[in-house]
């Protein structure tokens, strides 16, 4: 089992819906959870950060927390064409290291 | 504001040779990482810093990788003998602290003919 496992994709989603991105972690003991999202051929940049179980909202995103199900999971309401990228889960587990998924390619169809 | 610079952005060496990768990271922040990238892949953590010195340098795969921080800054990674297999996209981050959101920038291209 990967530490953190997301599904690869692609997750193709029409526009102005809502895209539903989960990832799954092995440490009960991880402390930080991230979402970088990927454009091709470009670095990981910082979506969302969530420290405590629940919901935290940014705009169009929520990011989505449940540590006693250990998983993480990203809603992108009214989904544009220039949300298509891979979207890169991060966790910090109880070692202090951050290891990150293999992504979830989305693709935003018009 | 200045983000995170690497320098080269692309880099071809010949099997064997010597490599250094910069990073010059956010004005003001402490923690300084490395990662290696992969196609299809997310981020393979590296190496760690805590100011000057290495906190966590566990993901480096072999004896040939070695990172310094030297003022507590600009940090260079350094590949020795280098292999195929080391071709990648290396990235470094920086953040705040440990549990705080990491920036990272634009990457070096490394491939290794």
């Known amino acids: 089992q990967k530490e953190v496992e997301q599904n690869s994709g692609p997750l193709s989603v029409p526009e102005g819906a809502i895209a539903s991105l989960n990832c799954t972690y092995s440490d009960r003991g991880s402390q930080s959870f991230f979402w970088y999202r990927q454009y091709s051929g470009k670095s990981p940049e910082l979506i969302m950060f969530?420290?405590?179980?629940g919901d935290k909202e940014d705009g169009r995103f929520t990011a989505q927390l449940n540590k006693a199900s250990q998983y993480v999971s990203l809603l992108i309401r009214d989904s544009q064409p220039s949300d298509s990228a891979t979207y890169l889960c991060?966790?910090?587990?109880?070692?202090?290291?951050?290891?990150f998924g293999s992504g979830t390619r989305l693709s935003i169809r018009p | 504001g200045a983000g995170v610079s690497q320098t080269p952005s692309n880099k071809v060496t010949e099997k064997g040779k010597y490599v250094e990768l910069r990073c010059d990271p956010i004005s003001g922040h402490t923690a300084l990482y490395w990662y290696r990238q992969s196609l299809g892949q997310g981020p393979e953590f590296l190496i760690y810093?805590?100011?000057?010195?290495?906190?966590?340098d566990s993901g480096l795969p072999n004896d040939r990788f070695f990172a310094v921080r030297p003022e507590g800054s600009v940090s260079t990674l350094k590949i020795q003998r280098t292999e195929r297999g080391d071709s990648a996209v290396y990235l470094c981050?920086?953040?705040?602290?440990?549990?705080?959101?990491?920036?990272f920038g634009p990457g070096t291209r490394l491939t290794v003919l």
């Open positions: 969530i420290y405590s179980n």
């Open positions: 810093f805590q100011g000057t010195g290495a906190a966590d």
């Open positions: 991060a966790v910090i587990g109880g070692a202090s290291k951050i290891i």
């Open positions: 981050a920086s953040s705040l602290g440990r549990y705080n959101e990491q920036f």
